[in-house]
């Protein structure tokens, strides 16, 4: 699952992970990522940007981890410009990718 503002960004990883065999779903926010997963096929990962409208990355993390097991377990993978996420105590366990994006890194 990519949930992700920015269309452009979106649909060049939508079509790399395509290419590489996976299914892959993509939502603009996270109110609607979050309506899927309480009512469609549980994804394997989520592919997480933060700054988003509707319901920014933090919020849908925050969300999520008070859902039901199956999907507070999805693993996620924040999307972020910001430099040194690692330093970034509210990040948590979570991996993150810096923006802009290596295709290859995804």
């Not at 990519?2 to 960004?9: P, T």
């Not at 919020?59 to 430099?83: C, N, R, T, W, Y």
């Amino acid at each position: 699952m990519v949930v992700e503002d920015d269309a452009d960004i979106s649909e060049s990883m939508l079509d790399a992970l395509e290419i590489e065999g996976h299914s892959v779903r993509a939502f603009r926010n996270g109110q609607d990522a979050l309506v899927n997963l309480r009512s469609g096929e549980l994804p394997r990962l989520i592919l997480l940007d933060l700054m988003m409208p509707t319901m920014d990355g933090w919020k849908f993390l925050e969300a999520k981890k008070q859902s039901p097991a199956p999907i507070a377990q999805i693993p996620v993978v924040i999307l972020s410009a910001v430099a040194d996420m690692k330093r970034t105590s509210t990040v948590g366990d979570y991996e993150y990718i810096k923006k802009p994006l290596d295709l290859e890194e995804l």
